[in-house]
T-cell receptor, first 118, second 115 residues
Framework: EAQVTQNPRYLITVTGKKLTVTCSQN?????MSWYRQDPGLGLRQIYY???????DKGDVPEGYKVSRKEKRNFPLILESPSPNQTSLYFC?????????????????FGPGTRLTVL | AQSVTQLDSHVSVSEGTPVLLRCNYS??????LFWYVQHPNKGLQLLLK??????LVKGINGFEAEFKKSETSFHLTKPSAHMSDAAEYFC?????????????FGTGTRLQVTL
């Protein structure tokens, strides 16, 4: 089954304790991305990766790190979590479609990771 | 720059009546537009997409959306609501240049369906 998996699904931690949320996809997608969802704000992009070893900042990258050493995996790292990073996190992977002048990227989302930082 | 405005944070309809969820967008480029649905405690599922082909787009579960460039709108409709449609809906604009990709989400519209 084609899917994006995230682990853990739920995590409660304390301020300053480094954590990693894993994301894996089995669709051979080049593109992967992380989002956070907060009430009233929709989803905001944290980081994305166009391919292995190619990552770039999204709208809200502060306090997060990512790496893309393999095509299927795109972990999200919080080196020193703070309470304002309490949120629902989604990983997505995507495939590129279209023709010159009309490209788009269709994304498939994981089930989410609910993170609470105390 | 690009942005998305979902005009209603909450919409309530009776089962069997039409659904209209409104979305306006702003984009410097020819946009690709999507609607995603999120059921409670679930991930996001793609409902439909507009990618510069037909302006009336059909999606899953009987939903449709019409791209209107002159109005910069991409409203989501369904002729007859079902209880299972109760969820949060996100309008999304995509900018993809081949070397960069960005999805911008609206803040969401929560659809309530009553008996």
């Amino acid at each position: 089954e084609a899917q994006v998996t995230q682990n853990p699904r739920y995590l409660i931690t304390v301020t300053g304790k480094k954590l990693t949320v894993t994301c894996s996809q089995n669709m051979n997608h080049e593109y992967m991305s992380w989002y956070r969802q907060d009430p009233g704000l929709g989803l905001r992009q944290i980081y994305y990766s166009m391919n292995v070893e190619v990552t770039d900042k999204g709208d809200v990258p502060e306090g997060y790190k990512v790496s893309r050493k393999e095509k299927r995996n795109f972990p999200l790292i919080l080196e020193s979590p703070s309470p304002n990073q309490t949120s629902l996190y989604f990983c997505a992977s995507g495939s590129n479609h279209g023709t010159s002048g009309s490209w788009y990227n269709e994304q498939f989302f994981g089930p989410g990771t609910r993170l609470t930082v105390l | 720059a690009q942005s998305v405005t979902q005009l209603d944070s909450h919409v309530s309809v009776s089962e069997g009546t039409p659904v209209l969820l409104r979305c306006n967008y702003s984009s410097s480029y020819s946009p690709s537009l999507f609607w995603y649905v999120q059921h409670p405690n679930k991930g996001l599922q793609l409902l439909l997409k507009y990618t510069s082909a037909a302006t009336l787009v059909k999606g899953i579960n009987g939903f449709e959306a019409e791209f209107k460039k002159s109005e910069t709108s991409f409203h989501l409709t369904k002729p007859s609501a079902h209880m299972s449609d109760a969820a949060e809906y996100f309008c999304v604009v995509s900018l993809f240049t081949g070397t960069a990709s960005k999805l911008t989400f609206g803040t969401g519209t929560r659809l309530q369906v009553t008996l």
